[in-house]
């Protein structure tokens, strides 16, 4: 059970205990990849946590961009929360359908617009599930909130600030892909992009920081895994991932143990493999 914490990490059993306060919002941010064969939307309206609302990843994004769901304009993101009831002086617990896996996303986007009061629930829905806490198919009341944000700038890099960090190495670049696709022996899930990594960055797959239930590992473990990716947290970090959603669960485990030097790469490999002129590095 993690040490509850309402700004990064919450127990399925806080949650429940709060699950009727009046300014608690709980959003399901469920995604999965093209190929998981799963329709979040779909899910959620079969059954979620009572009076949970459905954030769309990919439609709550900077469509103005080619690249996969791009964290949205401020003015965009204030006028979804609002139609979704969600606003200033709400505590949120963002949950997803593979225990944690796109929630800490949520998170991530929250923190970037400035607002703090934000968990990602430990273990997700299946925990929820397995546990017999209540769930329902019905879609939640919802009252317009309003909702203030302002911009963290520092939380987010692109791909210009990446390559320098990458060149310079004043910065530590962790990748939260798997080993296979990280040394490049995989092809890539979307098509068109090369197989490798980010020279200079380290490998720290999402699930080294996860127990085998699907919860997060408590400070010691996350310390220990960072540790073992070679990982110099004297520096600031820039996570990266295939297209910025699970790089999200280092940003959280960062947070966790107290590191808040902390940013991620947006475009992520979506958009470093995608060029021809941005070197690759195997192995």
Not at 89 to 99: L, P, T
Not at 125 to 154: C, I, N, S, Y
Request: aromatic share 8%; charged share 25%.
């Amino acid at each position: 059970m993690p040490n509850d914490d309402p700004q990064t990490l919450v127990s399925t059993d806080w949650l429940a205990a709060h699950l009727n306060d009046p300014d608690l919002r709980v959003l399901d941010a469920s995604w999965y990849l093209p190929g998981a064969g799963r329709d979040a939307r779909a899910e959620y309206d079969a059954a979620h946590i009572p009076g949970a609302r459905f954030f769309d990843i990919d439609e709550i994004s900077d469509h103005r961009s080619d690249l996969p769901h791009m964290a949205p304009e401020p003015e965009k993101f204030i006028s979804r929360m609002r139609a979704m009831g969600v606003g200033d002086g709400h505590q949120v617990v963002v949950y997803d359908g593979m225990g944690l896996f796109s929630a800490a996303r949520v998170w991530w986007l929250f923190r970037l617009m400035g607002k703090r009061d934000v968990a990602v629930l430990d273990g997700g829905f299946p925990k929820w599930q397995v546990e017999g806490h209540p769930v329902e198919d019905l879609p939640p009341m919802v009252r317009d909130r309003h909702m203030t944000v302002q911009r963290q700038a520092g939380l987010v890099k692109d791909v210009t600030q990446v390559a320098a960090a990458a060149k310079l190495g004043d910065r530590e670049i962790l990748d939260a892909r798997a080993a296979d696709r990280f040394r490049g022996e995989v092809a890539e899930p979307r098509p068109g992009l090369r197989a490798g990594h980010i020279p200079g960055s380290l490998n720290l797959p999402f699930t080294a920081l996860l127990d085998p239930d699907g919860t997060m590992k408590d400070s010691e473990g996350l310390k220990a895994a960072f540790e073992a990716a070679g990982a110099d947290l004297s520096k600031p970090v820039i996570t990266t991932c295939g297209s910025g959603v699970t790089a999200a669960i280092l940003n959280l485990a960062l947070e966790r143990i107290g590191h808040r030097d902390h940013s991620l790469y947006d475009g992520s490999w979506a958009e470093w493999g995608m060029y021809g002129d941005l070197k690759v590095a195997t192995g």
